[in-house]
């Protein structure tokens, strides 16, 4: 191959039609195949990178390995394609706009007026083509997120077209995706959605090559024959996109409609069978469990699901291990307390305190952490949960009653979690927590150490405040061992009480590592312990019947 080749994936005129899902699924066919593939997301939004974003205005926010805060489509890139991602895969408006106005300022345009046209649109092109350029890929997706006609979007259509154009043909192809609502009323499909919509990207000079039709209802051969007149494309070039049961359906629905061959045919490469046995065997067990755990998933921000989207998927690879649906039952820290607590939890087999910033919440967090380590539940604290369970066992056990974290009371004198030093004297919120890859030394004959088989790990962080070791003896010996270490620094990676059935407070994130095929050791042990919390309490259950 003598160049990378490159794929577009554009949005219509109806936003969440799963544009990433779409990329992640032709990608998987892609590699299945042999090719080296790599997906992008370009944001168009001015935040320079979603760290500083609400969970409720743009969901999760997901971590690569260099420590880049990123959309969480790309969570669904590694997840499918076991393949990690980079500061390079996720690009914002706001960090281009930055990175043009800084050469500006160093005088690198030699005095010209700096415009959206070439300047702006240089520098996506450029990063669109990073990836390309490393010569580690054979094939870029490039998902645009947005959709085609609105405002923000427009520079990166402009770009789209001006990178057709340099790369010739054969070298870039554009997938627009589109809706074709049904109305129940009529009884019929409307392909009027999908035609503006490609009439709107013709407007920006950019023919789309593959329309990818998101649908109820089959589409019928003459509907896709129209499609195929009305849009200047081939009609095999019309992929049906109906809905699925879970969205690990969607590359064989992809296969199925021929998706990865007129890409491949587009692109002028050799198409083969996919392999995706694996993928296949993980389906046939995530469809086909034995049985079924409920797990509590307490958190803050548990209205909106994609606020802790790498933790449900995670769910869903460990429950396949298993052979068990996992039943995730949604829990508000804010309306969790004392009174409520055990009609709240006393039915789960497992416990997660989720992640989380500030203080709302805190309290229910603390009150959850302290019934399950009472009753035996087993339990995961990830990040903030992971703290939550120092302060309470701090509070409870030591008997340190004022126990707290400074980022909820500056004023505590007993602060078990606390900022690193470096960070006390930092005022920008954006990008300077303790982020990416981190390396953790476990502990000889810990529970992790079983778990992950393994005497060191590297997993990723997102976090500002960390657990202080000043409290580390003290708590060790009232039974919460500190048995994972960061080997440079000495800060504490991991809690657990050797006491209980199973309970693991981890200062990192191992939600994002989790994928099809590398479901995360913590998660899968996790679910296994809930499993046989669940069989024990089923046992104790019959037998006193």
């Known amino acids: 191959m003598t160049s990378t080749k490159y794929i577009f994936v554009t949005g219509g005129v109806t936003s969440s039609l799963g544009k990433g899902i779409i990329a992640a699924s032709l990608a998987k066919l892609l590699q299945s195949q042999g090719y080296r593939v790599t997906i992008q997301k370009l944001d168009p939004y001015i935040n320079v990178d979603p760290g500083t974003l609400n969970p409720y205005e743009h969901g999760e926010c997901y971590v690569t390995e260099d420590g880049a805060e990123t959309d969480l489509d790309l969570g669904h890139y590694e997840r499918f394609l076991n393949v990690p991602t980079s500061q390079a895969n996720n690009v914002t408006t706001g960090r281009i706009y930055q990175s043009v106005i800084q050469k500006e300022r160093r005088g690198e345009f030699l005095g010209k007026t ?6 702006i649109t240089d520098e996506i092109k450029h990063r669109v083509q990073l990836l390309g350029k490393s010569g580690d890929y054979d094939i870029v997706i490039t998902e645009i997120g947005g959709t085609v006609g609105d405002i923000e979007s427009l520079p990166y259509i402009e770009a789209v077209r001006q990178l057709r154009w340099d790369l010739g043909e054969n070298n870039g192809i554009v997938i627009h995706l589109t809706l074709v609502p049904y109305l129940s009323a009529a009884g019929e499909l409307k392909t009027k959605p999908t035609q503006h919509s490609v009439k709107t990207l013709m407007e920006s000079g950019v023919q789309a090559d593959v329309l990818v039709c998101r649908t109820e209802h089959n589409l019928p051969k003459d509907l896709k024959r129209k499609l195929a007149l009305f849009c200047n494309v081939k009609e095999d070039s019309v992929i049906q996109s109906i809905d699925a049961s879970t969205i690990y359906d969607v590359p064989n629905l992809m296969l199925e409609e021929g998706l990865d061959k007129v890409v491949l045919e587009k692109l002028n490469l050799k198409s083969t069978k996919p392999d995706i046995s694996r993928w296949n065997e993980f389906l046939k067990r995530h469809k086909n469990p034995k049985t079924e755990v409920t797990i509590g998933l307490i958190g803050k921000y548990v209205e909106l699901q994609d606020s802790y989207k790498s933790i449900l998927e995670a769910f869903i690879h460990a429950g396949a291990a298993n052979e068990v649906k996992v039943k995730i039952e949604s829990i508000h820290s804010e309306y969790l307390n004392s009174d409520n607590i055990e009609v709240k939890l006393s039915h789960l087999d497992g416990v997660l305190v989720a992640p ?93 150490r079983d778990i992950y088989k393994a005497e060191a790990i590297e997993e990723r962080h997102r976090h500002r405040y960390e657990f202080n070791g000043k409290y580390k003896e003290q708590l060790e010996k009232a039974g919460m061992l500190a048995t994972g270490l960061n080997p440079d620094t000495g800060l504490v990676e991991i809690v657990e009480i050797p006491e209980h059935p199973w309970f693991v407070g981890v200062q990192y994130h191992p939600e994002y590592k989790s994928t099809v095929a590398n479901p995360h050791p913590l998660f899968v042990a996790f679910v296994g312990a809930a499993l046989k919390f669940r069989n024990k309490q089923k046992g104790v259950s019959m037998a006193q019947n």
């Open 114 to 119: 700096v415009q959206v046209v070439p300047h």
């Open 356 to 448: 989380g910033f500030g203080e709302r919440g805190i309290e229910g967090k603390i009150d959850a952490v302290r019934f399950v380590r009472e009753n035996n539940i087993p339990f995961l604290g990830i990040c903030l949960g992971m703290q939550m369970a120092v302060i309470e066992f701090a509070r409870n056990v030591l008997g340190i009653k004022d126990a707290d974290s400074t980022e909820m009371n500056t004023e505590t004198n007993n602060a078990v979690i606390d900022l690193m030093e470096e960070q006390k004297s930092i005022t920008d919120k954006g990008g300077t927590m303790r982020l990416g890859a981190w390396a953790c030394d476990l502990k000889m004959g810990s529970l992790v």
